[in-house]
């Protein structure tokens, strides 16, 4: 998993409320266990027509947004079904920060375990970082600080800690694991030699 500490970008506002995972990525598209090729499918019944053309005025098709690496979204992000391919999805698109009033649990949890940094805020410093959106204008993600940078504001925001670290060193579940491999391998070790037998085909 890639290290997250500080991103700059110009966001890509979604005013939407109860974005679904459905809708970040459409049930047709998780028969793959693969975590890449999804984001040419992300929002798909809001990015293409029913020929399968780009439609021109939503968000993530218009340049500069579709190098967007940051995305303002609106309250209760990731609502619906658990499925992982949805951060998957917005990874594989180049986005690794969704900023947004709340998310849904599971997705939030899901974003972490695949290098995504999603921020709460109030709907009022939401309202502010549109502006920068809507203006085309950079802002500044810092992990580290745990801030925002904009213009000449900055706005504050909480991460867990833990969380924050497995973002800051690239730790997923299985790098977590791997972190413990030696005691993992004694364990193992001394299970054998207390109880052989379970080891016999």
């Not at 698109?93 to 998310?103: A, L, Q």
Request: hydrophobic residues 35%; proline residues 3%.
């Amino acid at each position: 998993m890639q290290k997250f500490n500080t991103l700059k970008s110009i966001p890509a506002y979604l005013p939407i409320m109860n974005i679904d995972t459905d809708m970040i990525i459409p049930k047709q598209f998780l028969k793959t266990i693969k975590r890449t090729g999804l984001g040419k499918n992300l929002f798909f019944e809001m990015r293409y027509d029913d020929q399968g053309k780009k439609i021109d005025d939503f968000i993530l098709n218009q340049t500069p947004f579709n190098n967007s690496k940051i995305l303002i979204a609106g309250k209760n992000f990731g609502c619906g079904s658990s499925r992982e391919h949805a951060p998957w999805a917005l990874l594989d698109f180049g986005i690794t920060c969704v900023i947004s009033s709340s998310f849904a649990d599971i997705f939030y949890n899901n974003c972490f375990k695949n290098g995504i940094l999603p921020i709460i805020l109030n709907e009022d410093k939401i309202k502010e970082l549109s502006e920068y959106a809507n203006r085309k204008e950079e802002i500044n993600v810092d992990l580290g600080e745990e801030k925002i940078i904009y213009g000449n504001s900055k706005i504050k925001f909480k991460i867990d800690s833990f969380k924050k670290k497995c973002l800051l060193e690239g730790l997923d579940d299985i790098a977590l694991s791997l972190k413990k491999l030696d005691k993992i391998k004694n364990f193992e070790k001394n299970l054998k030699d207390k109880r052989p037998w379970i080891f016999n085909d």
